[in-house]
């Protein structure tokens, strides 16, 4: 406490306001629709090593999987492999690939990581309490929360593909992206449909953040929330890959998670995306309002 | 006691409000969530009918047929009728592949029959335990016999009739099978609708093909083929084909089925192949469970190498099989059971089915056939699929479209007849999860109407001419595919590996990288020359296998569908004159990818064929220096748009959403609560209470009340309630019954009062990863309130962190975060400020400072209010104090009122003495002895003056203060909890 010194001064504090000027009884210059506004919890969220290493790891990985091509085996374009081959046919296969590494796992966790963490680490931190002392409603933190975890899930989202396309039409060119089917189509084409993935992608995750949110709200422990929902999607997986389950199976949220894989052929059959973004919005809805829900009658204790 | 008088008359006590909104946001909550469930359960509408099927009643039947030439062989025939649960009801005649019997097609029997056709199941003469022998669908036996079927069919009562004796009846069949229904359509106008699959148009040109031609190929369809006479003997298949004839086990139509589009997972796939026998549910179906009894040596004489075929059908074999040549009896014979001979008298509208994987039967002679039907005015639909003899038979899609196709035609549904058309199955190269299949439909076949033409593209080849030479006894030779490799799942994806040419053998041809992604659909053509080589071994004759691949950026070949062309070139001059030949190749659905290229291989032996013996030099050449590839543009088959279910399920989801979050709006926007007597009250406490479920109760009844000015202590040992209270002040916890009311304004969470109040409760809550300046700036920017009113830089003044402000909080010892913290709680200059333990970590000076800091602070006219458990630090600090235990209110007042007064104590070396001396005083009241405390009321007199009297009565006094009535009675609080 060296640098704190001593010798304190008092600064002059001018008297309180005679008559608070608001209707509902806040203080000056106190309004519930200006607290914690987006870009306040950008800053406070963007500055976090957590976010920025996330972040940072997505927009590596195309980089990794370009690494790893390079040095595995050099016999590309065996056309009875997996996608695997089908990556280096071109920058945009590279892309579809890389979605197709991460879209099971990795996106999963980086979601679940965003919304798992926003309110349960502010509890750990007690930040939480002065934070709703300020004071931010609680539905009204709990959406900026939401909101702000949704921008950066959105832009890890959108960064994974971007990177990756640099990279993959800097590696493998600008040829046609040639789907699972068997069909090629131009570069504008491909970038457009892998742009419907993302977008599908994004919508398919919801059920995650909301998952992740409501674990968020209900512990102090971040590490617990963002694992819970990750446990889940785990879960889910495993029991889709049961096929004794039957139709059953399409009632998992995980169930339609490859189903943006539709959107690489020539017509889109957009069954299954419709599909899979009922279900996802379906889980979504039910979790996020049992979240919002769950924080407006909790008693903060943390 | 002065406490009872402070628990203060004018304060309203307010009731506890009736609390019926809990209840009702709870009813809500509940309702939205099972709106939420209930459209989660629309689900439900997306899942197919997956109910149990309803069980199919069969009926086993011996049908006596009289057929032959002159009409006077008994036959009689083994069938199973399959009864829909509704009936009368349009019949379907369901013929069994080759070496296959009704057995093997009991499941699509039962599948039709689900669907609502009556089905005729039967095993033709010389197959199963039908009596008779073998005579390759000829006209005056199998389809003699299959038309007294029909016979039979229409005195059914189960079956719908056209007419007498006309029953409305559909015809399928795989294979041999689906010949047989082309040649009953062709023979008998009773047939209303077939679905041939996988099968022949030219007996001849399947089991002797010939795929060059001297002449032009003047067909303009995809995949026509050159159909040449005097070809190559297909060995491989034809000996396969004998066999199971002869054994009658076995059976050469694939069990596994073909994928589709839309499958995911292979192991979905293989479920309920084809031919699976359904024994043991008592049906009336014993003994069909056992392989088709083979009659090795038939009752009716001729040799055992014969089996159940008729004595001319196998001397046909015979004779074909040792020479490699069909003689002209042999291909008569062939002839006359081949649909290509009445193609031209069907008039039921055809589905015809081929596999892309077929070996046997290629693209080609359902080409043929659709080419004849189509010329003749008939109705005909081309489907090619991904199985065939090596691939597979067709999937449950394609089954049902074959259902589709005889529910239209047989009017069993409504809705538009399916009528021309050609669909082809694309199979991708790559696959994510098993095989991955994409539908092509075109709105007409090719070549099939006068203006219509199949779209060819010309691919340039490139090789010189090359010499190659047949090996005597024609081995090695080359390997293109395996025939009966289509029993093992896959193997069809084998053969395309498998491709091997002997060196020496082959002339090659190479095409130039393709630059885009080319979809050949049909039978390439290419025109070469071949020549004799002077000089060398030949026989005026030349037989080629002609082959095209697809050949990777690496160099890997693949054969697709594992086909290759037969030619046989005769008239070669001696001298080395090249003759000319148009080759048909087999028919394909193949893209090829951008990077690859073509690759045209003609070698002179192949495995699946009867190879000349002789050896011979060949020379051969491209005569057109390109191949012709075949396109079929069309469209995808779309997945019918977006589901009508999960599209309404979206909708309900978001409107639930959208309708929950107004709710919750309106209802917060009606939660204000005043009091507007209590404007100017800081804080009011009353009845408040808090306990949990478990029985603890934290705060009981607690009620006081804060006027401007004050700093209030709120004092109790650790665990009094002290934290609660201010938690609930802060909105946190909500209490169990009771109210706080701020400035008038009753708390709750997120209340607007709340931020008139500036608070620091239990820990600091820091951003760890800001610096400690950040951490402020950003929590007063989460406020929203102008910067201006922040007052940071006095915030930062009395936290008196000097250049640590700068540093990472995370790195902060305990002082400084309480100190920040404290400073946080002062932003804005709060009208109430509280603070729940300030000095804890604080060293002594800094004690000391923040006490002038909050005497400062409400001094301004704003209210401060600290809670504690040392009594020292309250007294020290505050003007008022509120004693807490156990979560009740066991004392309140001003720290004058209970530490000062009249009553003074003095440390004394003889307190016996003192007490004397202090008695003798003038108007000294009480004096009480405690060890060597002597307590006294001085009534007015000032300490001093008694200090003076002790000294004079020869007393040491070591200390003389106000007598702690208060910290009796706190120490005493304490002991008891440390009792505990």
């Given at each position: 406490?060296?640098?704190?010194?001593?010798?304190?001064?008092?600064?002059?504090?001018?008297?309180?306001?005679?008559?608070?000027?608001?209707?509902?009884?806040?203080?000056?210059?106190?309004?519930?629709?200006?607290?914690?506004?987006?870009?306040?919890?950008?800053?406070?969220?963007?500055?976090?090593?957590?976010?920025?290493?996330?972040?940072?790891?997505?927009?590596?990985?195309?980089?990794?999987?370009?690494?790893?091509?390079?040095l595995?085996?050099?016999?590309?374009?065996?056309?009875?492999?997996?996608?695997?081959?089908?990556?280096?046919?071109?920058?945009?296969?590279?892309?579809?690939?890389?979605?197709?590494?991460?879209?099971?796992?990795?996106?999963?966790?980086?979601?679940?990581?965003?919304?798992?963490?926003?309110?349960?680490?502010?509890?750990?931190?007690?930040?939480?309490?002065?934070?709703?002392?300020?004071?931010?409603?609680?539905?009204?933190?709990?959406?900026?929360?939401?909101?702000?975890?949704?921008?950066?899930?959105?832009?890890?989202?959108?960064?994974?593909?971007?990177?990756?396309?640099?990279?993959?039409?800097?590696?493998?060119?600008?040829?046609?992206?040639v789907?699972?089917?068997?069909?090629?189509?131009?570069?504008?084409?491909?970038?457009?449909?892998?742009?419907?993935?993302?977008?599908?992608?994004?919508?398919?995750?919801?059920?995650?953040?909301?998952?992740?949110?409501?674990?968020?709200?209900?512990?102090?422990?971040?590490?617990?929330?963002?694992?819970?929902?990750?446990?889940?999607?785990?879960?889910?997986?495993?029991?889709?890959?049961?096929?004794?389950?039957?139709?059953?199976?399409?009632?998992?949220?995980?169930?339609?998670?490859?189903?943006?894989?539709?959107?690489?052929?020539?017509?889109?059959?957009?069954?299954?995306?419709?599909?899979?973004?009922?279900?996802?919005?379906?889980?979504?809805?039910v979790?996020?309002?049992l979240?919002?829900?769950?924080?407006?009658?909790?008693?903060?204790?943390? | 006691?002065?406490?009872?008088?402070?628990?203060?008359?004018?304060v309203?006590?307010?009731?506890?409000?009736?609390?019926r909104?809990?209840?009702?946001?709870?009813?809500?909550?509940?309702?939205?969530?099972?709106?939420?469930?209930?459209?989660?359960?629309?689900?439900?509408?997306?899942?197919?009918?997956?109910?149990?099927?309803?069980?199919?009643?069969?009926?086993?039947?011996?049908?006596?047929?009289?057929?032959?030439?002159?009409?006077?062989?008994?036959?009689?025939?083994?069938?199973?009728?399959?009864?829909?649960?509704r009936?009368?009801?349009?019949?379907?005649?369901?013929?069994?592949?080759?070496?296959?019997?009704?057995?093997?097609?009991?499941?699509?029997?039962?599948?039709?029959a689900?669907?609502?056709?009556?089905?005729?199941?039967?095993?033709?003469?010389?197959?199963?335990?039908?009596?008779?022998?073998i005579?390759?669908?000829?006209?005056?036996?199998?389809?003699?016999?299959?038309?007294?079927?029909?016979?039979?069919?229409?005195?059914?009562?189960?079956?719908?009739?056209?007419?007498?004796?006309?029953?409305?009846?559909?015809?399928?069949?795989?294979?041999?099978?689906?010949?047989?229904?082309?040649?009953?359509?062709?023979?008998?106008?009773?047939?209303?609708?077939?679905?041939?699959?996988?099968?022949?148009?030219?007996?001849?040109?399947?089991?002797?093909?010939?795929?060059?031609?001297?002449?032009?190929?003047?067909?303009?369809?995809?995949?026509?083929?050159a159909?040449?006479?005097?070809?190559?003997?297909?060995?491989?298949?034809?000996?396969?084909?004998?066999?199971?004839?002869?054994?009658?086990?076995?059976?050469?139509?694939?069990?596994?089925?073909a994928?589709?589009?839309?499958?995911?997972?292979?192991?979905?796939?293989?479920?309920?192949?084809?031919?699976?026998?359904?024994?043991?549910?008592?049906?009336?179906?014993?003994?069909?469970?056992?392989?088709?009894?083979p009659?090795a040596l038939?009752?009716?004489?001729?040799?055992?190498?014969?089996?159940r075929f008729?004595?001319?059908?196998?001397?046909?074999?015979?004779?074909?099989?040792?020479?490699?040549?069909?003689?002209?009896?042999?291909?008569?014979l062939?002839?006359?059971?081949s649909?290509?001979?009445?193609?031209?008298?069907?008039?039921?509208?055809?589905?015809?089915?081929?596999?892309?994987?077929?070996?046997?039967?290629?693209?080609?002679?359902?080409?043929?056939?659709?080419?004849?039907?189509?010329a003749?005015?008939?109705?005909?639909?081309?489907?090619?699929?991904?199985?065939?003899?090596?691939?597979?038979?067709?999937?449950?899609?394609?089954?049902?479209?074959?259902?589709?196709w005889?529910?239209?035609?047989l009017?069993?549904?409504?809705?538009?007849?399916?009528?021309?058309?050609?669909?082809?199955?694309?199979?991708?190269?790559?696959r994510?999860?098993?095989?991955?299949?994409?539908?092509?439909?075109?709105?007409?076949?090719?070549?099939?109407?006068?203006?219509?033409?199949?779209?060819?593209?010309?691919?340039?080849?490139?090789?010189?001419?090359?010499?190659?030479?047949?090996?005597?006894?024609?081995?090695?030779?080359?390997?293109?595919?395996?025939?009966?490799?289509?029993?093992?799942?896959?193997?069809?994806?084998?053969?395309?590996?498998?491709?091997?040419?002997?060196?020496?053998?082959?002339?090659?041809?190479?095409?130039?990288?393709?630059?885009?992604?080319?979809?050949?659909?049909?039978?390439?053509?290419?025109r070469?020359?071949?020549?004799?080589?002077?000089?060398?071994?030949?026989?005026?004759?030349?037989?080629?296998?002609?082959?095209?691949?697809?050949?990777?950026?690496?160099?890997?070949?693949?054969?697709?569908?594992?086909?290759?062309?037969?030619?046989?070139?005769?008239?070669?001059?001696?001298?080395?004159?090249?003759?000319?030949?148009?080759?048909?190749?087999?028919?394909?659905?193949?893209?090829?990818?951008?990077?690859?290229?073509?690759?045209?291989?003609?070698?002179t032996?192949?495995?699946?064929?009867?190879n000349?013996?002789?050896?011979?030099?060949?020379?051969?050449?491209?005569?057109?220096?390109?191949?012709?590839?075949?396109?079929?543009?069309?469209?995808r088959?779309?997945?019918?748009?977006?589901?009508?279910?999960?599209?309404?399920?979206?909708?309900?989801?978001?409107?639930?959403?959208?309708?929950?979050?107004?709710?919750?709006?309106?209802?917060?926007?009606?939660?204000?609560?005043?009091?507007?007597?209590?404007?100017?009250?800081?804080?009011?406490?009353?009845?408040?209470?808090?306990?949990?479920?478990?029985?603890?109760?934290?705060?009981?009844?607690?009620?006081?009340?804060?006027?401007?000015?004050?700093?209030?202590?709120?004092?109790?040992?650790?665990?009094?309630?002290?934290?609660?209270?201010?938690?609930?002040?802060?909105?946190l916890?909500?209490?169990?019954?009771?109210?706080?009311?701020?400035f008038?304004?009753?708390?709750?969470?997120?209340?607007?009062?709340?931020?008139?109040?500036?608070?620091?409760?239990?820990?600091?809550?820091?951003?760890?990863?800001?610096?400690?300046?950040?951490?402020?700036?950003?929590?007063?920017?989460?406020?929203?309130?102008?910067?201006?009113?922040?007052?940071?830089?006095?915030?930062?003044?009395?936290?008196?962190?000097?250049?640590?402000?700068?540093r990472?909080?995370?790195?902060?010892?305990?002082?400084?975060?309480?100190?920040?913290?404290?400073?946080?709680?002062?932003?804005?200059?709060?009208?109430?400020?509280?603070?729940?333990?300030?000095?804890?970590?604080?060293?002594?000076?800094?004690?000391?400072?923040?006490?002038?800091?909050?005497?400062?602070?409400?001094?301004?006219?704003?209210?401060?209010?600290?809670?504690?458990?040392?009594?020292?630090?309250?007294?020290?600090?505050?003007?008022?104090?509120?004693?807490?235990?156990?979560?009740?209110l066991?004392?309140?007042?001003?720290?004058?009122?209970?530490?000062g007064?009249?009553?003074?104590?003095?440390?004394?070396?003889?307190?016996?003495?003192?007490?004397?001396?202090?008695?003798?005083?003038?108007?000294?009241?009480?004096?009480?002895?405690?060890?060597?405390?002597?307590?006294?009321?001085?009534?007015?007199?000032?300490?001093?003056?008694?200090?003076?009297?002790?000294?004079?009565?020869?007393?040491?006094?070591?200390?003389?203060?106000?007598?702690?009535?208060?910290?009796?009675?706190?120490?005493?609080?304490?002991?008891?909890?440390?009792?505990?």
């Amino acid at each position: 406490m060296s640098e704190a010194g001593t010798a304190y001064t008092l600064p002059e504090l001018p008297g309180p306001v005679a008559e608070p000027p608001n209707p509902d009884g806040s203080a000056t210059g106190y309004r519930a629709r200006h607290t914690l506004r987006l870009r306040v919890e950008l800053a406070r969220q963007l500055r976090r090593r957590r976010t920025q290493l996330t972040l940072g790891f997505l927009a590596l990985l195309p980089f990794l999987l370009l690494l790893a091509f390079e040095l595995g085996s050099d016999e590309r374009n065996r056309r009875s492999g997996g996608l695997v081959d089908l990556a280096t046919a071109s920058g945009t296969n590279f892309v579809s690939f890389a979605l197709f590494a991460s879209a099971n796992f990795l996106l999963v966790v980086v979601v679940a990581l965003f919304f798992g963490d926003t309110v349960a680490s502010e509890a750990s931190w007690s930040s939480l309490k002065y934070l709703l002392a300020v004071p931010v409603p609680r539905h009204r933190l709990l959406r900026q929360k939401a909101v702000v975890s949704g921008l950066l899930s959105l832009l890890g989202l959108v960064l994974l593909p971007l990177v990756a396309l640099g990279v993959g039409v800097a590696w493998y060119g600008l040829g046609e992206l040639v789907t699972p089917a068997g069909e090629a189509m131009s570069l504008g084409a491909g970038v457009g449909r892998l742009a419907l993935a993302v977008g599908y992608l994004a919508l398919h995750l919801t059920w995650v953040a909301g998952l992740a949110l409501l674990l968020s709200v209900s512990t102090d422990a971040p590490l617990g929330a963002v694992g819970g929902a990750v446990l889940a999607s785990i879960l889910s997986q495993i029991l889709d890959s049961i096929t004794a389950l039957g139709d059953l199976r399409q009632y998992l949220p995980t169930h339609y998670t490859l189903a943006w894989a539709d959107l690489l052929t020539t017509d889109v059959d957009w069954g299954d995306m419709t599909r899979g973004v009922f279900s996802a919005l379906a889980y979504a809805a039910v979790f996020g309002l049992l979240a919002f829900r769950r924080f407006a009658t909790k008693d903060i204790t943390s | 006691m002065r406490q009872d008088g402070f628990r203060s008359p004018n304060v309203a006590v307010v009731p506890p409000p009736p609390r019926r909104r809990r209840p009702r946001r709870r009813r809500l909550a509940v309702l939205a969530l099972v709106v939420a469930l209930l459209a989660l359960a629309g689900i439900v509408g997306w899942s197919p009918d997956d109910a149990e099927p309803a069980p199919i009643a069969t009926r086993d039947v011996q049908i006596d047929v009289v057929d032959g030439p002159a009409k006077d062989q008994r036959v009689q025939i083994d069938a199973t009728f399959y009864l829909p649960e509704r009936v009368p009801a349009p019949a379907v005649l369901i013929a069994h592949g080759f070496g296959g019997s009704k057995d093997s097609v009991a499941d699509d029997a039962r599948e039709l029959a689900r669907r609502g056709f009556v089905a005729l199941a039967y095993s033709a003469r010389g197959f199963g335990r039908s009596t008779g022998q073998i005579a390759l669908n000829s006209p005056d036996y199998e389809v003699a016999d299959a038309q007294q079927l029909l016979d039979w069919l229409a005195r059914q009562p189960e079956v719908t009739t056209d007419g007498p004796g006309d029953p409305r009846v559909g015809v399928t069949g795989a294979s041999y099978g689906g010949a047989l229904a082309l040649l009953l359509a062709g023979t008998d106008r009773r047939v209303d609708a077939i679905a041939p699959v996988m099968t022949y148009n030219d007996l001849v040109q399947a089991l002797v093909p010939n795929a060059g031609t001297n002449g032009q190929v003047t067909a303009r369809t995809p995949a026509a083929g050159a159909f040449a006479a005097d070809g190559v003997f297909k060995r491989g298949w034809a000996g396969v084909f004998f066999s199971a004839g002869l054994a009658g086990g076995g059976g050469t139509v694939p069990r596994h089925e073909a994928p589709e589009p839309g499958q995911r997972t292979p192991d979905d796939s293989n479920t309920g192949g084809t031919g699976v026998p359904q024994g043991g549910s008592g049906d009336g179906q014993d003994g069909g469970d056992r392989p088709a009894a083979p009659s090795a040596l038939p009752s009716t004489s001729g040799p055992a190498t014969c089996g159940r075929f008729r004595p001319e059908v196998c001397q046909a074999y015979v004779e074909v099989a040792t020479t490699g040549r069909a003689s002209p009896a042999a291909v008569e014979l062939l002839r006359r059971s081949s649909p290509a001979t009445v193609t031209d008298r069907i008039h039921a509208p055809t589905l015809l089915v081929q596999g892309e994987q077929d070996t046997l039967f290629g693209l080609d002679q359902a080409d043929a056939t659709a080419r004849q039907i189509a010329a003749a005015g008939g109705t005909v639909k081309v489907v090619w699929y991904t199985g065939g003899h090596d691939g597979g038979a067709p999937g449950p899609a394609l089954r049902g479209q074959i259902g589709d196709w005889f529910g239209a035609y047989l009017g069993r549904q409504d809705g538009d007849e399916p009528g021309n058309g050609f669909e082809y199955a694309v199979q991708g190269a790559l696959r994510t999860r098993g095989p991955s299949v994409r539908t092509v439909v075109s709105p007409a076949y090719p070549g099939l109407e006068e203006s219509s033409d199949t779209e060819r593209r010309s691919l340039r080849l490139s090789g010189p001419a090359q010499v190659v030479l047949s090996p005597p006894g024609g081995n090695p030779a080359a390997i293109s595919s395996l025939p009966g490799l289509s029993a093992v799942p896959g193997g069809a994806g084998l053969t395309g590996g498998l491709a091997l040419d002997p060196p020496g053998q082959a002339a090659t041809f190479t095409s130039d990288t393709l630059e885009s992604q080319l979809l050949v659909t049909g039978a390439p053509q290419v025109r070469l020359r071949v020549s004799a080589v002077p000089g060398q071994p030949h026989h005026g004759e030349a037989v080629l296998f002609v082959k095209l691949y697809d050949v990777g950026p690496d160099g890997r070949r693949t054969l697709p569908g594992g086909g290759v062309a037969p030619v046989r070139v005769t008239g070669l001059p001696a001298d080395g004159t090249p003759v000319e030949v148009t080759v048909t190749l087999p028919g394909i659905v193949r893209p090829v990818e951008s990077g690859h290229r073509l690759q045209l291989v003609a070698t002179t032996t192949d495995e699946g064929y009867a190879n000349p013996v002789e050896p011979a030099v060949h020379r051969v050449e491209l005569a057109d220096d390109a191949v012709s590839v075949p396109l079929v543009p069309g469209r995808r088959a779309s997945g019918g748009g977006l589901p009508a279910g999960p599209v309404f399920g979206i909708a309900t989801v978001v409107v639930v959403v959208a309708l929950v979050s107004l709710g919750a709006a309106v209802r917060r926007r009606y939660s204000d609560d005043v009091d507007k007597d209590l404007a100017d009250v800081p804080l009011v406490i009353s009845e408040l209470t808090k306990s949990y479920p478990g029985g603890l109760t934290a705060v009981d009844e607690l009620s006081f009340r804060v006027e401007r000015g004050q700093v209030l202590g709120l004092l109790g040992p650790n665990g009094a309630g002290k934290t609660t209270t201010l938690r609930m002040l802060m909105g946190l916890v909500r209490p169990t019954s009771g109210e706080i009311r701020v400035f008038g304004r009753r708390v709750s969470p997120g209340a607007p009062v709340l931020s008139r109040i500036g608070s620091f409760v239990e820990r600091s809550g820091f951003l760890p990863h800001l610096t400690g300046a950040d951490n402020l700036r950003l929590y007063w920017a989460a406020t929203g309130r102008p910067a201006e009113q922040a007052r940071v830089d006095e915030a930062l003044e009395i936290a008196g962190l000097g250049k640590a402000v700068r540093r990472k909080v995370g790195t902060y010892s305990q002082g400084m975060r309480q100190r920040l913290a404290i400073a946080q709680a002062m932003l804005g200059l709060p009208d109430l400020l509280v603070l729940d333990e300030p000095t804890n970590g604080l060293d002594p000076p800094q004690i000391h400072h923040m006490r002038e800091v909050l005497r400062r602070y409400a001094a301004t006219g704003r209210t401060v209010l600290v809670s504690s458990h040392l009594l020292a630090e309250v007294e020290q600090t505050c003007t008022h104090v509120v004693v807490m235990h156990h979560g009740r209110l066991v004392a309140a007042g001003a720290v004058g009122d209970l530490v000062g007064g009249d009553e003074a104590t003095f440390r004394v070396d003889d307190a016996e003495r003192a007490a004397g001396a202090l008695r003798e005083l003038a108007g000294v009241g009480e004096v009480t002895v405690d060890g060597e405390v002597v307590h006294a009321n001085l009534a007015g007199l000032s300490r001093s003056a008694a200090v003076a009297a002790l000294v004079g009565a020869g007393v040491a006094v070591e200390q003389a203060g106000p007598r702690r009535r208060l910290e009796d009675t706190f120490l005493q609080l304490v002991g008891e909890e440390a009792v505990e």
